[in-house]
Antibody, heavy 119, light 106 residues
Framework: QVHLQESGPGLVKPSQNLSLTCTVS??????????WTWIRQPAGKGLEWIGR???????DYNSSLKSRVTISGDRSKNQFSLTLTSVTAADTAVYYC???????????WGQGILVTVSS | SYGLTQPPSLSVSPGQTATITCSGD??????SSWYQQKPGQSPVLVVY???KRPSGIPERFSGSNSGNTATLTISGTQAMDEADYYC?????????FGGGTKLTVL
């Protein structure tokens, strides 16, 4: 069974960088079969796709966040990470990592981590 | 940018059929997925590739996609199906989600 777990600080100050890590078990991010992706959800609102990472190193990002987002992978730790720069209160959300599985569906999701941007 | 449009809410009685629509530019040319999200939980994939159900998803969940509209149908809706439902499709290398539909089972 594939399991994803987000980790990182729950509180980030405005203008600082948000950094989260997703640890994957039950699958290898290096297998080359799937993309790995980040999604966020502000309280009471819908899902917003942030971007995806492919083990070859290629990435794709939401155009609205592209200037502030970096997604990368650490094969040795079977993890992939999200960095969002210059955060504001509008970046407060639950952040999910997920696997882009067969036929490009998001078939496995982490439990989510709440990140609050506040001074 | 692309957008997918869903009705914000839908109410059905137990045992009835719930039909949730998702509209988007040439959506029928893409493969759609649907996710169920209950309060405080992560989304769960219930339909992918327009019509396929992941292992463990009840047969009462089905999907279709044609023209500009994808549809999630829940036949014989049960109280446990009360949740938010999101459609999703890939436009090129970008994932797009619908705004979500809150399904209430009265």
């Amino acid at each position: 069974q594939v399991h994803l777990q987000e980790s990182g600080p729950g509180l980030v100050k405005p203008s600082q960088n948000l950094s989260l890590t997703c640890t994957v078990s039950g699958d290898s991010i290096s297998s080359g079969s799937y993309y790995w992706t980040w999604i966020r959800q502000p309280a009471g609102k819908g899902l917003e796709w942030i971007g995806r990472f492919y083990p070859s190193g290629s990435t794709d990002y939401n155009s609205s966040l592209k200037s502030r987002v970096t997604i990368s992978g650490d094969r040795s730790k079977n993890q992939f990470s999200l960095t969002l720069t210059s955060v504001t209160a509008a970046d407060t959300a639950v952040y999910y990592c997920a696997r882009v599985g067969q036929l490009l569906s998001l078939d496995y999701w982490g439990q989510g981590i709440l990140v609050t941007v506040s001074s | 940018s692309y957008g997918l449009t869903q009705p914000p809410s839908l109410s059905v009685s137990p045992g009835q059929t719930a039909t949730i629509t998702c509209s988007g530019d040439r959506l029928g040319d893409k493969y759609s997925s649907w996710y169920q999200q209950k309060p405080g939980q992560s989304p769960v994939l219930v339909v992918y590739h327009d019509t396929k159900r992941p292992s463990g998803i009840p047969e009462r969940f089905s999907g279709s996609n044609s023209g500009n509209t994808a549809t999630l149908t829940i036949s014989g809706t049960q109280a446990m199906d009360e949740a938010d439902y999101y459609c999703q499709a890939w436009y090129g290398s970008t994932a797009v989600f619908g705004g979500g539909t809150k399904l209430t089972v009265l």
